[in-house]
């Protein structure tokens, strides 16, 4: 199919639709190769609450963005390289059905289809992209992702310490490593994760020191392999200095960090042919 679509004028046309109900606020999508395989809104589960997302599936990437008008005008423009997009099926819940996650690199999120069927059709032609560029590419399946945040709704209290209610004054936080809704005082520090973001992100008390002790392992890793580099060289000293651990007395953590949320029990779309 996608083959049979490159380079023809009805492809053109199709993406030059999607930019125009982009506007200005968008990304251009036309490039050489680029076909647009399918579209169809979705309902992604958000922070607040589950709203709906309009999604358009092309052969490289998946784009999307929130709904002004439906078929005329859309904001908020999204753009996913497929090849960094992990899949995976999730169970119904009481709230939402045929749900699946969207895993990557950089942000991680779950959206439910309209029915079982439209599900399956989403699923059929993302993993079919997605092994067609790994093929192309000769990269291998991305096994880093971001974790998904909570939604908010999930928990009245601190997912850490397990004490602090939430109210209108005492307001929810998102740890960026775990996604788990935390309090403030369970969530003060902040660690620099580059895949994520090149600032600094706010962290639970818990993601905080495990990611310095990781960052402690590697200090000492690369140390040890500056030493061995420097005893072959004759006359060569490496530099030594004084680390300095950081102590935390916070209260017990009371959820563990791998605990899956999305694993239990906690429209319309339509594809070119």
């Excluded at 109900?21 to 169809?40: I, K």
């Excluded at 779950?110 to 059929?124: G, P």
């Excluded at 690369?222 to 950081?246: H, M, N, T, V, W």
Aim: charged letters at 25%; a positive charge; hydrophobic letters at 30%.
């Amino acid at each position: 199919m996608v083959d049979h679509l490159a380079n023809t004028e009805i492809n053109s046309q199709r993406i030059a639709a999607v930019e125009n109900c982009f506007g200005a606020s968008g990304q251009p999508l036309a490039v050489p190769g680029r076909v647009l395989l399918g579209e169809g809104i979705l309902t992604k589960e958000c922070r607040k609450k589950p709203k709906p997302r309009i999604f358009f599936l092309f052969n490289d990437i998946l784009v999307y963005g929130s709904i002004v008008i439906n078929k005329r005008k859309y904001n908020s423009q999204h753009i996913i390289p497929l090849e960094d997009v992990t899949l995976e099926t999730l169970p119904d819940t009481l709230q939402m059905k045929n749900r699946w996650m969207i895993k990557t690199s950089k942000k991680s999120f779950v959206v439910s289809a309209a029915s079982l069927t439209e599900r399956k059709e989403w699923l059929s032609h993302l993993e079919e992209c997605i092994r067609h560029l790994l093929t192309k590419t000769g990269r291998q399946p991305s096994t880093e992702h971001a974790a998904p945040w909570i939604p908010d709704k999930a928990t009245d209290i601190c997912m850490r310490c397990t004490q602090t209610k939430f109210s209108t004054l005492t307001r929810r936080h998102h740890c960026r490593k775990c996604g788990f809704v935390v309090c403030g005082d369970c969530s003060r520090q902040r660690f620099l994760m580059p895949r994520l973001s090149p600032k600094p992100l706010r962290v639970c008390n818990l993601c905080y020191r495990q990611l310095l002790a990781e960052q402690k392992k590697e200090a000492e890793a690369d140390c040890q392999q500056l030493e061995r580099y420097c005893s072959a060289i004759p006359g060569c000293e490496p530099s030594s200095g004084d680390d300095s651990d950081k102590s935390d007395d916070d209260k017990a953590d009371q959820w563990p960090a791998d605990t899956e949320f999305y694993t239990s029990e906690v429209s319309w779309s339509s594809f070119h042919s």
